[in-house]
């Protein structure tokens, strides 16, 4: 039993002492091969320099859409109505508001 602790004491004081040629090596800074940041978001295309520029009026943009969208909300308001009509027709409501008053003579 005591040769095993002896073993594995003197192998945890090589491994304090041995000091891998990385860690002494980084000192907080890049290789002077390595890209800038800018650089890599230029050749990757992450640059606010590649974003799309904005062109023509906005409010003219904001005008046709609206009316797009204003057509689209009339038609739909059309064939609801259209829909509601035709399911009136057809007696497809029933709230059931008082049983049939019929005189059983």
């Known amino acids: 039993m005591l040769f095993r602790v002896a073993a594995l004491t003197r192998n945890l ?3 304090s002492q041995h000091v891998p040629v990385m860690g002494r090596a980084m000192s907080g800074h890049a290789p002077s091969h390595w890209l800038s940041d800018k650089a890599i978001d230029e050749r ?7 974003l799309p520029v904005p062109e023509g009026s906005w409010e003219e943009n904001y005008r046709s859409n609206q009316s797009k ?6 038609v739909s308001l059309g064939l609801l109505a259209a829909t509601l009509g035709a399911m009136y027709q ?3 409501f029933s709230f059931n508001s008082h049983p049939p008053m019929k005189n059983e003579d």
């Not at 969208?69 to 009339?74: C, D, G, I, K, S």
């Open 13 to 15: 004081s090589r491994a």
């Open 44 to 50: 990757t295309l992450a640059h606010m320099n590649n």
């Open 69 to 74: 969208y204003n057509l689209q909300l009339l």
């Open 90 to 92: 057809t007696e497809c």
